[in-house]
């Protein structure tokens, strides 16, 4: 069974703009590539795809579509990420299953990651981006994904994908 979580994907147009606010990607950290960004929603495990895809679509059935942006970088212990602004992606990530988890929902949109025991590392990077600010958009798509291992890392292919409401 594959690895599955439920995530929302960024437009094209904000992934260019992350891209182009991040610059030079170095000082050793292990930067996930833009094809892989996303706002994870809630994280599975190994399941089956039929069957967390039927729990996934009745727990978001006649969920609104959220209001989104990416704002000033943060780090946890070992991860650079953007913060993730929008009243609505907490209640969205809680009915995706993130209310199963230990820690309480932080939505984020993760860029690198580093050793643990070098905190510092990514400084330069949460600078940087202090007052990066992307343009909203509006979610109108949780989609369930599968992450694989493979050699360059992992890859992660949309399983399916779930309308919210537009109205």
Known sequence: MPVLFSALLPPDDVVEAVAEAVGEQADGLRWEPPERWH?????YGHDDVETRGDWLAARLAGRAAVDVRLEKAATFPGVLWLTVAGSELTPLAHAAGADAEARPYVGHLTLARFPREEPGRAGRYTKRLAHFASRGWTATEVV?????REPGGPRYRVARAFELDRA
């Open 39 to 43: 706002v994870t929603l809630a994280y």
């Open 144 to 148: 369930l994904m599968t992450s694989e």
